[in-house]
């Protein structure tokens, strides 16, 4: 793996990918799509370290270890993340003392018409695309569900449904001139 063999790669991750995805779900307790991300990431950092072991339940222990090992660097960077932005808020307050924090309030009328345009949109994809959408966000199936439903592996589903996402995210941002 570490000389780059492609069959050894494709082998390790086939190996590997539901048992890390377990791990990171486990580890963490978070949705589907932020365990995938840390899976990916510990695949990289795997293949980049794999040294030779002995057995097949020495790479399953060490391919815990590092997906557990990124899961806990990910979850201590959002914490540090969550302590700054409240740091700087403060801050902010305490050195503008005229200075009160701000209510942005939404027009229901506007999310109504956001609505409305997202419920158009998901129409034009096509019905395979909009089921697994369905399936995924409103009655909150997991990516590996909806692979089994469609026959499909759970990387697919995952692609497929992000790129969609993707798109809408794109169209409104330009319907809306959101930033």
Request: charged letters at 30%.
């Amino acid at each position: 793996m570490m000389q780059g063999d492609a069959e050894a790669l494709t082998q390790f991750y086939k190996a590997q990918f539901e048992m890390m995805l377990r791990e990171a779900k486990r580890c963490c307790g978070r949705d589907e799509s932020t365990c995938l991300d840390l899976v990916q990431e510990a695949m990289l950092k795997a293949i980049k370290c794999i040294k030779p072991l002995d057995s097949q339940a020495g790479v399953n222990a060490w391919s815990r270890a590092v997906v557990k090992s990124v899961t806990w660097d990910w979850l201590r960077k959002q914490q540090r993340r969550a302590n700054k932005t409240t740091v700087i808020s403060q801050e902010q307050l305490h050195d503008q003392p005229d200075r009160q924090p701000i209510s942005i309030q939404s027009d229901p009328l506007d999310a109504a018409a956001r609505l409305v345009w997202l419920e158009h949109e998901l129409a034009t994809l096509p019905p395979q695309l909009q089921s697994m959408i369905s399936l995924r966000f409103r009655l909150g199936w997991s990516l590996q569900k909806i692979g089994a439903k469609f026959g499909l592996k759970t990387g697919a589903v995952d692609g497929r449904i992000r790129r969609a996402v993707e798109r809408l995210k794109q169209k409104a941002s330009q319907e809306y001139h959101d930033d």
